[in-house]
């Protein structure tokens, strides 16, 4: 068995997947572009083409995340998954991320810090 202790991780791309957006692991042991309710495991660090290998940087990993406005985003509002890899600021479920910074238009690559919800 091995462990990753770096907290970035590549693997091959299932199809071409942009920086910044959220990705799986499919059954092929591939990264893919993450929908709305699938359980990501990260954020591509970079462009990558089908078949091309593809580092992700984990959730599990120190620091902040680039993410993938899915439209205008505030800084300081907590993020939500969309059907495309993006972000949002509504949803039904959240991320564990907030934005760091405002998104303008949709696309537009933002930093997200993580967060932890509770009293």
Excluded at 26 to 49: E, K, M, R, Y
Excluded at 57 to 73: E, Q, S
């Amino acid at each position: 068995m091995t462990q990753n202790h770096t907290g970035y991780l590549t693997l091959p791309a299932a199809a071409a997947i942009g920086e910044g957006k959220r990705v799986h692991l499919n059954a092929s042991g591939q990264f893919a572009l993450s929908a709305a309710a699938d359980p990501s495991v990260g954020v591509a660090t970079h462009a990558c083409a089908s078949g091309g290998p593809l580092t992700v940087k984990l959730w599990t990993a120190p620091g902040t995340f680039p993410v993938v406005a899915n439209g205008a985003i505030a800084a300081g509002a907590r993020l939500f998954p969309t059907a495309n890899g993006n972000v949002d600021d509504a949803g039904t479920t959240a991320l564990n991320l907030v934005a760091f910074e405002a998104a303008t238009a949709q696309n537009d690559i933002i930093e997200a810090l993580p967060c932890q919800v509770g009293a």
